[in-house]
């Protein structure tokens, strides 16, 4: 299995950028499918992106795709979620997540398909 920490979290102000970070400990990284999740105070995890192992797909949630980038280097093991423009509702505790996976294009949008988890970064949005 792959040990993954993120890094990158932090307060902010509304409209400003984050990018978060997540490192993987396996050099098998390029053959999981990784993702973004998020969970606010009192919610439920929420799916945020996917890429494929790769990297030449991705896909996110609606209200995400507009303002996040999600993309990986799987020559430094690493995982990368750009955030722009953000919102205070985009305050949350971040994970990554990976899962393992036979096609290459293969896109996971449920928890459940993710079998190692980071311990998450959290991002606070100031209004």
């Known amino acids: 299995q792959v040990q993954l920490v993120e890094s990158g979290g932090g307060l902010v102000q509304a409209g400003d950028s984050l990018r978060l970070s997540c490192a993987a400990s396996?050099?098998?990284?390029?053959?999981?499918?990784m993702g973004w999740f998020r969970q606010a105070p009192g919610k439920e995890r929420e799916f945020v992106a996917t890429?494929?192992?790769?990297?030449?797909?991705?896909y996110y949630a609606d209200s995400m795709k507009a303002r996040f980038t999600m993309s990986r280097d799987n020559s430094k093991n690493t995982l990368y979620l750009q955030m722009n423009s953000l919102k205070p509702e985009d305050t949350a505790v971040y994970y990554c997540?990976?899962?393992?996976?036979?096609?290459?294009?293969?896109?996971?949008?449920?928890?459940?398909?993710?079998?190692?988890w980071g311990q998450g970064s959290k991002v606070t949005v100031s209004a």
């Open positions: 997540a990976a899962g393992a996976a036979q096609l290459s294009g293969t896109l996971y949008y449920n928890s459940r398909e993710y079998a190692c």
């Open positions: 396996a050099r098998t990284f390029s053959t999981y499918v």
């Open positions: 890429i494929s192992k790769s990297g030449r797909t991705t």
